[in-house]
Each structure stands twice: as C-alpha cells, then as structure tokens.
C-alpha cells in the first residue's frame, strides 16, 4: 500500500487549481509528492505531466524513483511503464513525463497535446524563470471533466522569482505556512515533519549548519527564501543614476530566441574611479532581425554595438541593415577572463534596469574554484560582457565609430 504523509492530505482535499509546495532538504517533499501521484492514478480519467525545465532521459532520472514506490508496496502488476510514461492497468490514468527545454534551448512540450492533461506537476520548479512560459501551459490544463491541478515544487529561490511574487507577495501570503488562500493551495514542510525517515548524522549536520550559518540553515533546511542567491557572482554593484559624466559609451548586445531575450545595453567605463554605468534598453524574447535592427538603430544611432559571436550571419544582417555592431572576442576562458574584468569596477546599474538587477541577485557561479557559472540569469550581464571585454581587452579602446 502506498502512504502519503499526512501533511500532503490537501492535495486530495483541497479544490484548489494550484498547489505550491515548498521544503528544505530533508523535508521529503518530493517522495510525498511521488507517492501522491501514483495515488491519483487509481482514480479514472487522469493524465498527469510531470515536468522539469530540462528533463532529459526520465527513465532514467525520474521513473526509477516511482518503480522503487511501486515495489515497496508491491503493486508492480498494476502499472505499465515505459521510459516516458507509467500506466495504470486499472484505470488506464497515466503519468507522462516531459521537459520544458530541450539541449537546443526551445520549448519542447507540444502545448496542443496538453488539452487532455488533469494534472500539471512542474518539479524543481525554481529552474523556470520566464512566468510567459508557465502562462502558456497553465492555460492549457483545461480538462473539464477531472478537478485541474497545477502543482508547483520547488526549494525557494530567491524573492526575485515570479513563483514568490505571484503565489506569495501579490497574495499577501506569508512564507513557510501551509494553508489555502482563493485559488491556491500552500504546502511547506521541512526536515522535521520527516524526521523518522532521516539519518543521525544527517541531523548532527543539520545541527552543526543551525550554529556556523544561519543564513545557510533558514535556507537550505527550512526552505525559506532568499534576498539574495547564495554564491552570486558580482557582489560590488548597486543601483545609481547613469551618470557617466563625460566618458563616451557604447552598447551590448545577446541574441535570444523563442523562449531566452534579446538585450541591449548601453555602458560607460570610468576607469580612474574603477566604475562602471550599465543602463538597460531591451530584454525581450522573440524578436526578428528587422525589430531588433529598428531597435538598436533607434537606441543606438551610430554607436557601437559589441554582440556575440556566435551569430555571425544575425550580425552581418544587423550590419546590412545599418546597425554599428560587431562581434566580441570569444575562446577559451573567455567568459572567466570577462567576468572577471567586471569583477574589478563598481557596478553602477541605472535604477530602472530591473532586470539587470534580477539578473545580479541570481547568477551564481556552479564551482567558484574554477570560476564555473550556471548557465542562467545572465542575458543582460552577457551582453554587458561582451562590452567590457571588447572595450578593456582592445588597444583601439574608445575609437568606436565607425562609419
């Protein structure tokens, strides 16, 4: 038989459309979670999707979690699983498993299939930053004739993220309850409502993080959310006026797609003071060529744009079109070396730029020792990147119009 802690209970319970489910490390959130899915599966008529924003190889990663349920309860007779699916011989329910982003960086769920979906379980729910990609599936669960769960799991992030402000802040919900407010169901455990499950020595680290890093322990024990992401990569920036006196500037420039924007910044580097002023123009997804060249034209007027070089013919195009843009240099280290020259100067950033700031408070490196970053939360800070390295790393520095 399978149990569901009783703390998940409302998961049945509660009418509500969205479930937001939060925990620290230790809480068991997800084996609850699991369990409660394979639950639903014996009422008839569900189909459950369980995503990630980059779920690659479920049979793998994912499914072997839910057989592992199956038979410690020994019921592996009533389930058909394949590597992206598991049935239910009994009701013919079933739970699919999809990612959101593909190794490509576009959205692979086929939103025109997700009409027959009861159940939308979106795991590790804080990797999904863009709330216009969340939009487009929440509005496809629209089955009418099962109750529509749209279930959100997640360790809490940072404040920044649409989770926080949509489910928490904007509903004047307070952080680390369980409870339901209009449409929303909130469920927060941590490590002690799973304490029977949980190794000694697992609890004396947990004890001994509670006295050396409180901050740590609020947020990786007791799920709480964060100001700030832990491990940031740029500490020394703040907001300001753009102010760059009589410096000249210059702009940056990242190419995104369907799903990633496209952003432009303008930036002015006062050497002597150690600063550097960054000012936001454009951070927006699924541009074409001519809107972005319109844009940069409009903003830009003859200044010089650096972009990435990986998007050759976008900038010969760009080029075609009257833009004053060229490619940064790019090769082995060179995202290090142009951190790291950022790294040196204060960060003044306009105080409108907010998604520069956003950006900031998350880009977090993956391994600080060998100056790693997750790959996130930084399309405005490339774009700033490609700048500051083309202006300090180039003996022609500040000779920028060309026309």
């Excluded at 074409?288 to 650096?306: Q, Y």
């Excluded at 405005?380 to 202006?391: E, G």
């Amino acid at each position: 038989m399978i149990e569901l802690n009783k703390k998940y209970v409302p998961l049945f319970e509660s009418g509500s459309r969205y479930f937001v489910v939060t925990g620290g490390r230790g809480s068991g959130k997800s084996f609850a979670l699991n369990s409660f899915l394979l639950l639903l599966t014996y009422e008839v008529g569900h189909v459950i999707l369980f995503t990630r924003y980059t779920l690659v190889s479920a049979h793998v990663s994912i499914i072997p979690e839910f057989v592992e349920k199956i038979e410690m309860a020994g019921l592996e007779a009533d389930f058909y699983i394949t590597k992206d699916e598991i049935i239910n011989t009994r009701t013919n329910s079933k739970i699919l498993f999809k990612g959101i982003k593909t190794s490509s960086g576009t959205q692979t769920a086929n939103l025109k299939s997700l009409s027959g979906v009861t159940t939308f379980v979106l795991d590790e729910a804080e990797e999904l930053v863009d709330e216009d990609v969340f939009d487009k599936i929440d509005f496809s669960i629209r089955n009418s004739y099962r109750q529509n769960r749209v279930i959100l799991i997640l360790n809490p992030t940072t404040k920044e993220h649409f989770i926080y402000n949509r489910f928490f802040e904007e509903k004047g919900v307070q952080e680390g309850t369980s409870l339901t407010k209009g449409d929303t169901t909130y469920i927060h455990t941590t490590y002690k409502d799973n304490i029977d499950y949980l190794s000694e020595s697992f609890l004396n680290q947990i004890e001994l993080l509670e006295k050396t890093n409180k901050r740590k322990y609020e947020h990786t024990i007791l799920g709480g959310w964060l100001d700030k992401a832990e491990g940031v990569v740029f500490t020394n920036w703040r907001f300001g006026d753009f102010n760059p006196d009589n410096l000249q500037t210059s702009f940056g420039q990242d190419f995104g797609f369907s799903i990633d924007p496209t952003t432009l910044v303008e930036v002015a580097i006062d050497k002597s003071k150690h600063k550097i002023y960054i000012k936001e123009h454009l951070y927006k997804p699924k541009l074409t060529t001519s809107e972005i060249a319109h844009i940069n034209k409009r903003v830009c007027g003859k200044g010089l744009i650096v972009a990435d070089s990986a998007e050759p013919r976008l900038i010969a195009e760009l080029q075609s079109q009257g833009c004053n843009i060229v490619p940064t240099e790019k090769g082995a280290g060179s995202i290090t070396a142009g951190l790291a020259l950022m790294q040196d100067y204060e960060l003044i950033i306009e105080s409108n730029s907010h998604n520069i700031g956003k950006e900031l408070n998350n880009y977090i490196y993956s391994d600080k020792k060998s100056g790693l970053v997750v790959d996130n939360f930084n399309h405005a800070i490339d774009a700033i990147r490609y700048n500051v390295f083309y202006q300090l790393s180039n003996p022609n520095s500040g000779k920028y119009f060309v026309y």
